[in-house]
């Protein structure tokens, strides 16, 4: 089972500012099949990133997904008050599919 | 428009089952597999497992061998995901989650499980 790690567990900033969220992979994620979601409070999880760096429909291009192998980046680069929420990584190249702990990007 | 519809919350005793509901609609139900997905309270995601609306097969997280069960009923486009032997720690949120690519592209409401004697 591939585990995955995220840091910062929480990041506090400002509308406006860059968020850089990491997620780290204990083997390497095969054809980098790495996705990332938002989950705001109360609601289900959005599909945001995948295949590590194409955004789904509809995601506005301020959120960008990068790496490879075991380290993998969502970069949000000029945040709105919408998009302080958690954010989870998530593998889906081996099973068992598998999610990081989440950051929890806050005001 | 796509959408997922679940059943509403239960309340269940331990050593209880649930059976939560995911009603599709809005595309061909065979085309995409289904997973579950549960959440903790204050806690992160957990993958459970899938089934094919095709023709019924399931692949379950080890984590749930021997208790868990998918099954799918394709003329009311609904799959069923029933978890047996319930304990406190099976308190969580229960979403379905529709395959595209892999990845789970569109998630159902979520479900509220809470097991408590």
């Known amino acids: 089972e591939i585990i995955l790690t995220q840091s910062p567990a929480t990041v506090s900033l400002s509308p406006g500012e860059r968020a850089t969220l990491s997620c780290g992979a204990s083997?390497?994620?095969?054809?980098?099949?790495l996705a990332w979601y938002q989950q705001r409070p109360g609601l289900a999880p959005r599909l945001l990133i995948y295949d590590a760096s194409t955004r789904a429909t509809g995601i506005p291009d301020r959120f960008s997904g990068s790496g490879s192998g075991t380290d993998f980046t969502l970069t949000i680069s000029r945040l709105e008050p919408a998009d302080f929420a958690v954010y989870y990584c998530?593998?889906?190249?081996?099973?068992?599919?598998?999610f990081g702990p989440g950051t929890r990007v806050d005001i | 428009q796509v959408q997922l519809v679940q059943s509403g919350a239960e309340v269940k005793k331990p050593g209880a089952s649930v059976k939560v509901s995911c009603e599709a609609s809005g595309y061909t139900f065979t085309d995409n597999y289904i997973h579950w997905v549960r959440q903790a309270p204050g806690q992160g995601l957990e993958w459970m497992g899938w089934i094919n609306p095709t023709g019924g097969g399931t692949d379950y997280a080890q984590t749930f061998q021997g208790r868990l069960t998918m099954t799918r009923d394709t003329s009311t486009t609904s799959v069923y995901m029933e978890l047996s032997r319930l304990t406190s720690d099976d308190t969580a949120t229960y979403y379905c989650?529709?395959?595209?690519?892999?990845?789970?592209?569109?998630w159902g409401q979520g479900t509220l499980v809470t097991v408590s004697s």
């Open positions: 989650a529709r395959d595209w690519r892999h990845v789970f592209d569109y």
């Open positions: 083997q390497s994620v095969s054809s980098d099949y």
């Open positions: 998530q593998q889906y190249g081996s099973s068992p599919r598998t």
